[in-house]
């Protein structure tokens, strides 16, 4: 090794390419937003949606499922043409205004470094927008608990389709006639959903800390009849989601740690889901 090579670092071992997935919400308009990237490397591949789910519903309102669903069409089309011939060459997009960028060829440590790449470079509505300031007074934190929690009960509906009516349990929890929701309780087991909102950090862990002390509050309480397991079942991206920065990353690990922490002193469980299939499949496990 000479001198040079301890000044500069090591290229990444993995080279590939990646290109992005652009919609025209107006066909004809000319304007473009990134909705998805696809990234490829010697022997794998992964296409992703690039836009973040709570900024179509401040985009779009109440059209964002439809939004999230036609780049969920886009995206599956993509995976099925790819996985097929290997090539995009020939592909066309389900519907109207799709474009596909051509390949840049990029390297990195993994796939998922490509794709961040792919995110940071393209797309000013993933990353950039987890960065900035926003006041408390625009979030919505509640609306975002209760899609998660309404998810959840829609993927245990092929399930085991019985637990659907033990969501949303209502529970008088002292002298009070105040009755306090519960996400699910069935038999000895009960939990209560959050989720962790990247770009609504703050005030989403404020509604878990909330979901926790009614766990705690439950648990306490002099009920004769009260489950023995209480839990809080966490919705978060997943590590290697493109769409997050570092610094992101590291704040919603953070939370990930305090709220464990606060948990543990309760006895109360944590389990993290990165969709509703996994916390369904979690909770069907659980009263098994």
């Given at each position: 090794?000479?001198?040079?090579?301890?000044?500069?670092?090591?290229?990444?071992k993995?080279?590939?390419?990646?290109?992005?997935?652009?919609?025209?919400?107006?066909?004809?308009?000319?304007?473009?937003?990134?909705?998805?990237?696809l990234?490829?490397?010697?022997?794998?591949?992964?296409?992703?949606?690039?836009?973040?789910?709570?900024?179509?519903?401040c985009?779009?309102?109440?059209?964002?499922?439809?939004?999230?669903?036609m780049?969920?069409?886009?995206?599956?089309?993509?995976?099925?043409?790819?996985?097929?011939?290997?090539?995009?060459?020939?592909?066309?997009?389900?519907?109207?205004?799709?474009?596909?960028?051509?390949?840049?060829?990029?390297?990195?440590?993994?796939?998922?470094?490509?794709?961040?790449?792919?995110?940071?470079?393209t797309?000013s509505?993933?990353?950039?927008?987890?960065?900035?300031?926003?006041?408390e007074?625009?979030v919505?934190?509640?609306?975002?608990?209760?899609q998660?929690?309404?998810?959840?009960?829609?993927?245990?509906?092929?399930?085991?389709?019985?637990?659907?009516?033990?969501?949303?349990?209502?529970?008088?929890?002292?002298?009070?006639?105040i009755?306090?929701?519960?996400?699910?309780?069935?038999?000895?087991?009960?939990?209560?959903?959050?989720?962790?909102?990247?770009?609504?950090?703050?005030?989403?862990?404020?509604?878990?800390?909330?979901?926790?002390?009614?766990?705690?509050?439950?648990?306490?309480?002099?009920?004769?009849?009260?489950?023995?397991?209480?839990?809080?079942?966490?919705?978060?991206?997943?590590?290697?989601?493109?769409?997050?920065?570092?610094?992101?990353?590291?704040?919603?690990?953070?939370?990930?740690?305090?709220?464990?922490?606060?948990?543990?002193?309760?006895?109360i469980?944590?389990?993290?889901?990165?969709?509703?299939?996994?916390?369904?499949?979690?909770?069907?496990?659980?009263?098994?």
């Open positions: 090794m000479n001198k040079l090579d301890t000044l500069f670092p090591e290229l990444p993995s080279s590939g390419w990646w290109s992005t997935i652009y919609l025209e919400p107006i066909v004809g308009s000319g304007e473009q937003i990134a909705i998805a990237v990234a490829c490397t010697e022997g794998e591949f992964k296409v992703v949606q690039a836009i973040r789910s709570e900024l179509l519903d985009l779009y309102g109440k059209q964002s499922d439809n939004m999230r669903s780049i969920s069409w886009v995206i599956e089309s993509i995976r099925k043409e790819f996985k097929s011939s290997k090539t995009l060459d020939q592909w066309v997009g389900p519907f109207d205004g799709i474009t596909l960028s051509k390949p840049t060829t990029a390297r990195g440590h993994n796939l998922d470094e490509i794709l961040r790449q792919a995110v940071r470079f797309s509505l993933s990353s950039l927008s987890l960065d900035a300031e926003r006041s007074e625009e919505q934190p509640r609306k975002y608990s209760e998660w929690s309404r998810s959840i009960a829609q993927e245990i509906k092929s399930i085991n389709p019985q637990l659907v009516t033990s969501f949303g349990q209502k529970v008088q929890l002292g002298e009070s006639k009755l306090t929701t519960f996400g699910f309780i069935q038999g000895e087991y009960t939990a209560n959903f959050g989720l962790l909102v990247p770009s609504r950090l703050s005030a989403s862990l404020n509604a878990v800390k909330a979901k926790l002390l009614d766990l705690e509050t439950f648990k306490k309480s002099g009920l004769l009849a009260k489950p023995r397991g209480f839990e809080v079942i966490i919705g978060t991206p997943s590590d290697s989601d493109p769409t997050l920065t570092e610094n992101s990353l590291k704040k919603l690990r953070d939370n990930i740690d305090m709220i464990g922490e606060l948990a543990s002193l309760e006895g469980e944590v389990f993290r889901a990165e969709n509703a299939e996994l916390a369904a499949h979690h909770i069907a496990e659980k009263v098994a």
